[in-house]
Protein backbone atom coordinates (compact mmCIF):
# COMPACT_ATOMS: atom_id res chain seq x y z
CA UNK A 1 0.00 0.00 0.00
CA UNK A 2 3.11 2.29 0.11
CA UNK A 3 2.45 3.36 -3.37
CA UNK A 4 -0.77 4.90 -2.43
CA UNK A 5 -0.55 9.09 -2.22
CA UNK A 6 -2.53 11.46 0.47
CA UNK A 7 -4.10 13.64 -2.06
CA UNK A 8 -7.48 15.08 -0.31
CA UNK A 9 -8.73 15.90 3.40
CA UNK A 10 -11.87 16.77 3.87
CA UNK A 11 -13.54 17.70 7.92
CA UNK A 12 -17.08 15.65 8.05
CA UNK A 13 -19.33 18.15 9.06
CA UNK A 14 -23.29 18.12 10.23
CA UNK A 15 -24.59 18.94 7.26
CA UNK A 16 -22.95 16.03 5.84
CA UNK A 17 -24.92 13.61 7.46
CA UNK A 18 -27.60 11.45 6.85
CA UNK A 19 -30.43 10.41 8.83
CA UNK A 20 -28.39 7.98 10.68
CA UNK A 21 -25.97 10.92 11.71
CA UNK A 22 -23.31 9.46 9.45
CA UNK A 23 -21.58 10.71 6.18
CA UNK A 24 -23.80 10.20 3.73
CA UNK A 25 -22.68 8.05 1.03
CA UNK A 26 -23.45 9.97 -2.10
CA UNK A 27 -21.54 13.14 -0.24
CA UNK A 28 -18.59 10.59 0.22
CA UNK A 29 -18.76 9.80 -2.82
CA UNK A 30 -18.15 13.19 -4.61
CA UNK A 31 -15.14 13.74 -2.51
CA UNK A 32 -13.33 10.71 -3.55
CA UNK A 33 -14.23 11.45 -7.13
CA UNK A 34 -13.11 14.60 -6.40
CA UNK A 35 -9.67 13.17 -4.93
CA UNK A 36 -8.85 10.65 -7.94
CA UNK A 37 -9.74 13.49 -10.25
CA UNK A 38 -6.88 15.66 -8.81
CA UNK A 39 -4.99 12.58 -8.75
CA UNK A 40 -5.94 11.48 -12.47
CA UNK A 41 -5.35 15.13 -13.75
CA UNK A 42 -1.88 15.70 -12.24
CA UNK A 43 -0.69 11.74 -13.69
CA UNK A 44 -2.31 12.57 -17.36
CA UNK A 45 -1.03 16.75 -17.43
CA UNK A 46 -4.99 17.51 -18.51
CA UNK A 47 -7.69 18.90 -16.85
CA UNK A 48 -9.75 17.27 -20.07
CA UNK A 49 -10.72 14.59 -17.93
CA UNK A 50 -14.55 13.25 -17.53
CA UNK A 51 -15.20 9.91 -15.08
CA UNK A 52 -16.45 7.84 -17.06
CA UNK A 53 -17.31 4.91 -14.40
CA UNK A 54 -17.18 4.26 -10.40
CA UNK A 55 -16.71 0.02 -9.86
CA UNK A 56 -15.99 -1.94 -7.12
CA UNK A 57 -17.25 0.82 -4.24
CA UNK A 58 -16.77 -0.85 -0.91
CA UNK A 59 -18.69 1.10 2.36
CA UNK A 60 -16.52 -0.44 5.25
CA UNK A 61 -16.99 1.96 8.04
CA UNK A 62 -19.46 4.88 8.53
CA UNK A 63 -17.47 8.37 9.13
CA UNK A 64 -19.18 10.69 11.42
CA UNK A 65 -19.55 14.61 12.06
CA UNK A 66 -15.45 15.89 13.26
CA UNK A 67 -13.69 13.12 11.77
CA UNK A 68 -10.91 13.91 9.23
CA UNK A 69 -11.30 12.00 5.97
CA UNK A 70 -7.65 11.37 3.94
CA UNK A 71 -8.52 10.34 0.51
CA UNK A 72 -5.38 8.20 -0.94
CA UNK A 73 -4.83 7.64 -4.64
CA UNK A 74 -2.81 5.39 -6.92
CA UNK A 75 -2.82 4.87 -10.62
CA UNK A 76 -4.50 1.48 -11.32
CA UNK A 77 -4.64 0.21 -15.24
CA UNK A 78 -3.65 2.89 -18.13
CA UNK A 79 -5.26 2.70 -21.59
CA UNK A 80 -4.61 4.50 -24.83
CA UNK A 81 -7.14 7.60 -23.12
CA UNK A 82 -8.08 5.62 -20.20
CA UNK A 83 -6.77 5.69 -16.62
CA UNK A 84 -7.74 3.64 -13.70
CA UNK A 85 -7.85 5.65 -10.02
CA UNK A 86 -7.65 2.88 -6.88
CA UNK A 87 -9.16 5.19 -3.88
CA UNK A 88 -9.27 4.28 -0.34
CA UNK A 89 -10.45 6.64 2.43
CA UNK A 90 -9.32 6.35 5.95
CA UNK A 91 -10.18 8.25 9.26
CA UNK A 92 -7.40 10.36 10.02
CA UNK A 93 -6.31 9.98 13.55
CA UNK A 94 -5.84 13.42 15.02
CA UNK A 95 -3.09 13.62 17.85
CA UNK A 96 -2.63 16.01 20.88
CA UNK A 97 0.51 18.69 19.81
CA UNK A 98 2.47 16.65 22.31
CA UNK A 99 1.94 13.58 20.75
CA UNK A 100 2.87 15.01 17.09
CA UNK A 101 6.46 13.56 15.78
CA UNK A 102 8.52 16.06 14.70
CA UNK A 103 9.53 15.98 10.98
CA UNK A 104 10.76 13.96 9.00
CA UNK A 105 7.66 12.07 10.22
CA UNK A 106 7.98 8.40 11.19
CA UNK A 107 6.44 7.00 8.04
CA UNK A 108 3.05 4.34 9.36
CA UNK A 109 1.11 1.63 8.15
CA UNK A 110 -2.51 3.86 7.61
CA UNK A 111 -4.28 0.65 6.41
CA UNK A 112 -3.16 -1.49 9.10
CA UNK A 113 -6.41 -0.53 11.02
CA UNK A 114 -9.16 -1.86 9.27
CA UNK A 115 -11.77 0.11 11.54
CA UNK A 116 -10.51 3.49 10.18
CA UNK A 117 -10.86 2.61 6.79
CA UNK A 118 -14.29 4.17 5.76
CA UNK A 119 -14.36 3.82 1.56
CA UNK A 120 -12.38 1.88 -0.73
CA UNK A 121 -13.41 2.51 -4.86
CA UNK A 122 -11.69 2.51 -8.48
CA UNK A 123 -12.57 5.03 -10.64
CA UNK A 124 -12.39 5.21 -14.51
CA UNK A 125 -11.39 8.18 -15.77
CA UNK A 126 -11.17 8.69 -20.14
CA UNK A 127 -8.91 11.69 -21.50
CA UNK A 128 -11.02 13.84 -24.27
CA UNK A 129 -10.28 16.59 -27.01
CA UNK A 130 -11.88 19.72 -27.69
CA UNK A 131 -15.53 17.55 -28.96
CA UNK A 132 -15.23 15.67 -25.94
CA UNK A 133 -14.18 12.38 -27.70
CA UNK A 134 -11.96 10.22 -26.23
CA UNK A 135 -8.10 11.05 -26.85
CA UNK A 136 -4.74 9.80 -25.92
CA UNK A 137 -2.74 11.25 -22.86
CA UNK A 138 0.45 11.10 -21.69
CA UNK A 139 0.49 8.02 -20.05
CA UNK A 140 -0.19 5.65 -22.86
CA UNK A 141 2.15 3.50 -24.31
CA UNK A 142 3.33 3.54 -28.27
Given at each position: MNDYILTYRKL???D???HAKTLFGGR????ADE???IYAMCQIGSKSIVTLKMSEVLFK???RSGD???FW??????GKSSLVVECVVIRKTVQAPQELPTPPAVKEDKFKNPENIILSCDFSFVHVDEDGRPAPH?????
Open positions: VMPDLNLLQWAAVNPAVLETRKGRVKLAKG
